[in-house]
């Protein structure tokens, strides 16, 4: 399995970006899930937004609702993160994760799968 990412960049404050991640040779399983966690400088990685293609069911940690929404493209295996009315504290290293679980959404050992990770920059 290997995600691919991209969209990361610098933008101003208030500016949108979307970032896409495309999962290649993800054996299909209707426990999958993918999603977005990210690391800001000095911080610990958290959870931005999974999905769960089967049944379209998304997760959100509370920080990143109404701001930030996660879909998916299934005939591409791909899914997406487009973030609006960003800040400067959305500075961060932006992380793609693929994995197959019916647990909490958000636990990161959980994902065997990572992208390398797209930086984006609000200043």
């Known amino acids: 399995v290997q995600l691919v990412e991209s969209g990361g960049g610098s933008v101003q404050p208030g500016g949108s970006l979307n970032l896409s991640c495309l999962a290649l040779?993800?054996?299909?399983?209707?426990?999958?899930?993918m999603g977005w966690f990210r690391q800001a400088p000095g911080k610990k990685r958290e959870a931005v937004a999974i999905?769960?293609?089967?049944?379209?069911?998304?997760y959100y940690t509370d920080s990143f609702k109404g701001r930030f929404t996660i879909s998916q493209d299934d005939a591409k295996n791909a899914v997406y993160l487009q973030m609006n009315s960003l800040k400067p504290e959305d500075t961060a290293v932006y992380y793609c994760a693929a994995g197959t679980s019916t647990g909490f959404p958000f636990r990161e050992s959980a994902y065997p799968y990572w992208g390398q990770g797209t930086q984006v920059t609000v200043s």
């Open positions: 999905i769960q293609p089967f049944g379209d069911r998304k």
């Open positions: 040779w993800f054996p299909y399983d209707v426990n999958n899930r």
